[in-house]
Every structure is written in C-alpha cells, then in structure tokens.
C-alpha cells in the first residue's frame, strides 16, 4: 500500500493557493491593533501583525513550509472513512456542507498530515486546517491522528500535531465525541515507542480538541495570544453570571496556570521544536552527546536552508550543540532516513523556497 | 419539575387511582373494579407512551429528577463501599464521588456522576457537574484499580464537566483528556453504564471502557440538543430536532456500535421503579464482569484499544 500520496512541490503550491486567496481588499484590519495591513507585507510577516506583534490566523500548509526543513515535505494519504454517518441534517445537509466546504477549500478534510525533517530531525505532523468546519474533528480528522502516530511510530519519527480547532464535529454526533480516546490512542502509540510528542496549540484550540490529545502532549507550545480553553466564553458567562478576567483562556494565562510549556512568536518556532526534538531524540540514544554531527544532516551543507532565517530564538543552543563531535553510527543512520525524504524532494528541484522574511516578527 | 409534559394524561390517572384507592380501604369491590379497570389503562398508556418516545422525550426522562442515581446504585448493588475523597492536589469534588467497594464478593473501584436529590444536594453535588479535581480524583482511583487489580465500574449521569473560570484555571482539558488516557491504561476488567444523561467530555471521560452499556432512556451526546440547536439552527428552540439529528439515544449508538448493549427499563421509565432498574443493571454487570475477569491486563488493554480504534470505522 502506498501511503505517500504526492510530493508537494511548495513554490508551486503555495503559488496555486495565492491565487485562489489573494483578496479582494488588498488590505485589512488588524484584529490585535486595528491598524491596516497590507496583503503582501502581512505574507512576508507570517501572518504577524507588523504592528502589534498579533499572530493572525495562517494556513496550515504554510506552516508546513515554515516549520519543515527548506520548505519541504511528504503530503501522507489518509484513509477513506464514512463521510456522513448519521445523515446529519440541520437547515441544511451535513453531506451538502461537507461537499461545499470540500469543493471551495479544495480540501478533503479538516486535517493535512505530512512527514520531513525539521532542523534535520524526522517528523510527522498533524495540522488542523481552520478554514474547514473550524478545523472540527470527526472520524476523518480522528483516523488522520491515527495514521500520522502510525507513521511516526514505522518511521521513527516524532509526532507533532497543531490544533486550530473549535473541539468536535458535531454533525457526526457520538462518533466525532469518540475521537477524543481515539487521538489519544494514536498519541500513546508514539509515546509507547520512546518518541516524543509535541503539541503546537494554535489559535484555537478549544472543546474535544483541547480535552483530549492537545493536553497530553510530551511537551505543549503555543503561539501568542492563541485562545486555549475547554468551555466557551459565552458558556462560562452565562453560567458564572459574571465578566471573565481579563486575558482568560489566552496561550499565556495557560503558560502562566502552568497548562503549558512555552509561548512562542511564529518566527521562532522552527528553531525552538528543531531544539527541542534534537534534546529529546539525542540525549536519549547518544548518551548526552546532544545534536553532534547535525552539521551534515540536512543533506547538503550548501544551501544556508530555512535555519538562517529562523536562527533568531533567544538562545541558540541548537547551533552550540552542532559544534560538539559526531557520532558516527546514529548520524549514519539519521543521513539515511532523512535521504529517503530527500531524494525525492530534489527532484522537484526546489531551490528557491518561498519567501520566509521574517521582516514582522 | 419533576413532572414531563408527555406524562400529563398518566399522571393524572395515576392521581385518581392513588385517590381511590384512600377510599376503598374498607374493601368496597366496585370500586376496585374500577380501580383495576383505570390501572390497566394507565399501563397501557405507559406502554404506548414509552415504546415510541422520542429522542427529545428521552432528554427528559434521562434527566428527570426521579431517576436513580449514582450513590442509589452504590447502595443497593454495592457493599463496604469506602468513598474516597480528594485529587491530593486542590480539592475534593463531590460532582464525582468514588471510592473502594464489593460488587456480588469481588472487591473493585466504583465511581460516576452524582447529580443530587433534592436541592441541598443537588448544590452539594455541583448538579452533577464535576470539575478538574473530579477527573483528577477518577485518575487516582483508576491508578489505584491497576495497581491491585481490581475492576473498574464506572456509572455516567451528567450534563458535563462544569464550564467555570476556576475549572479552567485549573486545566479542566488537561484533567479530562489525561482521565482518558487513564481509562485506557486500566489493565482490570472496566465496565461503564450511562445512567442518565451522558453529557459530552465530561461523561466519555470516565467512559473509556471495554463494556458500556446505556439505561433504554438514557442519551449518550456530544453536545447537548439545546446548545446544538442554538449553533447549528441559531435558536435553542429547535432542541428537539437537534435531539433526533444528533442519534443519541440507546437505540441509535447500539446501532452505530458506540455501545454494547441496552439495559430495558421498567414499564414507565427508571422513575417509576428505581429498585428494578438498579436491580436490572446490576444483572448486566455481573455478567460482563463475568466474562471479562479471566482475562490478562495486557489483553484487556489491548482489545479497549482496539474496540475504539474500530468504532466508526465501517458506520
Ligand atoms: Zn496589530
């Protein structure tokens, strides 16, 4: 069975998809500042506010490019489920919807999983896609955690899933609510196979999504200002019958209630997960000898790659610890893994990777 | 509030009856011709009434007051039960009582959701509605379940986990999610009956089992039909047809193969007669826990996986 769907070119990508999303109004209103945006300068930021720092919403397979090594990865098939197993119908068919929303996202589903390196570590990831039913988890969404665990599990990969969910798909009544031990089956598969599990907790992550897989991560990261929480705000009002504390169920009022590890700026998460994965895979299997050799591990030390540009975490001990020794065998092995991914995206001969300024951040 | 609106036509029938009934003491035999006559009328309205309720009618009953809860199985199937108290962290949360207890000779863990009996409980029991320190404390106990070796029985009636600033504060998500994980780590035989209500997050919690059964009126959702109604419909007001489109009654996730099996009621809902309704469920238990025992932890855990990993898999 070939699970390896299509090797995802991302200049070419992301020019199809620029297409389809430039907007009418070249500009917007930052929902941080209200200042204005512009299309173009917001792209080059990441999506970031270029004003007030706001980390606005960006889509998932732009993160791909920004969190994979040089842009590059392997889009992973998922299985076909049934779509509508309830024959759901509210003032309008769950199947129409799922249609519609198929057909105008160009997407099969609230989920994108895909595998390659980041900073030269294998990795599978998981990314909800908010633009699809407020990236909600039914059975698609939940067999797609299933088969990014499994494929991290067969490839020795760590497993990272983003959330951008409002918590369970709820046209697919019980069976999205069964989800919530499915994922974390799916995550316990990685966990069981001495891999490490992280969560990138993105705006939002809120309901089944939040109370299930999202909160049993090995370690939790989120973005500024990222809406994290079990209940609704509204929800919670009408019960408690009072204002909700200012900053309530923010990415740091979690940090500070100490529901998570980090709060981290869009620019910096490829060089803080590219630490924390070369910390966690390393130490473990080569004795304290950290990331040696990591020189050499994305393929060829000619290109400067994304690294360059992301390099601008508060402390860099990714690149202190690239300076240590090497240790042969492992480093073997990992060249090895990571060549299988590589090989294949040379020949899209993708050089130029797309434009990653991180001028806003 | 105890009354349901369907029941208006046996209830008043009922009333006659028990009226009738105060005055016949002295033996009158028309009047208990009559008496038979009205209550064989009353059973067959029962009977008509409850063979079709509909999914929003069973809302209703899964929530009437009456029902039995949590702590009236805990007496009358359970002996020696020891509650144990507190998630050694912040707090004990009476939403979710549970504790040590002997199940027909074996010794195991019980736990679930006590939505209350009159107002003063009610209050006391958060209406049912646990907070983090309740599924904190359903993790300790399944710990101690694994540790020595004891099945687990967990009974389900809420409406869900509490939505408050404090819950929150205190990570309700992080408790719920690591309550499952719990569940599926329990190497012990672990049974999980819905009750009443079976509300969202805060039921499948404690609900991750390898036999779960469901009361014949109980609802199993994950969201509960007004707040469906008031997202999908844009007005709460179209809570019974969110009640149908959602499938949550016994009989539909039976079908979907999201439970193994209904425990029927009897005649009139688990109001009309607790006792046998307790009785009944107790009967399923036993029987599960019967054909689940001479099996190892590892098989267990296992086969739970594997069961949900299934689940909707070929709906
Ligand atoms: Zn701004």
Redesign the pocket.
Known sequence: MNWISNIIRPKIRSFVHQQKEVPDNLWQK??????M?FHRDLENSLNV??????HLKIDIFKRLELLFDEGRYEKIALPDVPHDPLKFKDRKKYADRLKETQSRTGRDEAIIVAKGTIEGAPVVIAGFDFSFMGGSMGTAVGEGLVRAAETAVREHAALLVIPASGGARMQEGMLSLIQMPRSIIAVDMVKEAGLPYLVLLTDPTTGGVSASFAMVGDIHISEPGAMIGFAGKRVIEETIREKLPEGFQTAEYLLEHGMIDMVVERKDLKATIGRILDLLMNVRKENGNGGGGRKNRNGNGKKSGPSKVYRSAPIDYASAARTAGTVASLEDKKKERTRKTAVVAEQAENTARPRKSAAGG | MSQLEFEKPILELEGKIHELRNVSSNGDVNIAEEIGRMQAKADRLLRQTYGKLTPAQKVLVARHQNRPHFLDYVDRLFTDFTPLAGDRRFAEDHALPGGLARFRGTSCVVLGHEKGADTESRIRHNFGMARPEGYRKAQRLMDMANRFQLPVVALIDTAGAYPGVGAEERGQSEAIAKSIESCLHVGTPFIAVIIGEGGSGGAIAIGVADRIYMLEHSVYSVISPEGCASILWRSATQANEAATALKLTAQDLLRLGIIDGIIDEPLGGAHRNRDETVDRTGAVIEKALGELMPCDSASLRQERRKKFLEMGRAA
């Open positions: 930052c929902p941080g500042c209200e200042g945006l506010c270029y004003h007030c720092g706001h």
